[in-house]
């Protein structure tokens, strides 16, 4: 007998995901991009998004997660990453800098808003000013960088991982949960 039986879609999990963590967008060149960062964003958990410029969403790419995240729309970045720093969330960029932490090796705050940059320009210097922290994911061949989407959904899948029922408390090393 076999072990393994298809079950086409399991219902979410009852752990919170990454409830907590609020994900910061700049304008985005591509909205299948856009819309694949939903997508993995309500897979997490995400209840809260930042975006900026005129962003339009592919409902076929994006499906549930448009229904499930509060997206808010503003002008610039900037001053909405200043106003959540002051209410207690480090700001934490995903992108590749001289002083950028290993993904895997970065212990997020719960209380986190994780900052993307634009698929071809990244994350702006005025932007970089005002993070807390930058971490980048290894790269192991070619290209040098994941496509802005994929990026993404890894480092909410390791905010998951740290911060999900399966993580023992707040001050333990995230490899050993």
């Known amino acids: 007998m076999n072990r393994f039986v298809h079950q086409r879609h ?4 009852d752990d919170p995901g990454a409830a907590e963590l609020i994900l910061a967008c700049p304008p985005m060149h591509s909205q ?9 964003a309500g ?11 005129k962003q339009k969403l592919d409902a076929k790419i994006a499906r549930d997660a448009i229904d499930q995240i509060r997206i808010e729309s503003h002008r610039s970045l900037r001053p909405v990453l ?3 720093k002051s209410q207690g969330y480090a700001l934490v960029g995903l992108e590749q ?3 950028s932490q290993c993904l895997y090796e970065f212990r997020f705050p719960r209380r986190s808003v994780l ?10 210097d005025d932007l970089l000013q005002v993070l807390d922290h930058v971490v980048e994911i290894p790269i192991y061949g070619r290209p040098l960088a994941h496509n802005a989407a994929t990026a993404t959904a890894i480092a909410l899948y390791e905010y998951c991982r740290q911060h999900g029922s399966a993580a023992t408390n707040d001050t333990a090393d995230p490899r050993s949960a």
Do not use: D, F, W, Y
């Open 115 to 124: 900052v993307i940059g634009h698929e071809r320009l990244g994350i702006t």
């Open 97 to 99: 800098t001289t002083g």
């Open 10 to 13: 399991k219902p979410p999990s």
């Open 43 to 53: 897979c997490c958990g995400i209840q809260r998004m930042i975006v900026t410029g």
């Open 32 to 40: 299948v991009n856009l819309s694949r960062v939903v997508r993995a």
């Open 82 to 84: 200043e106003r959540l």
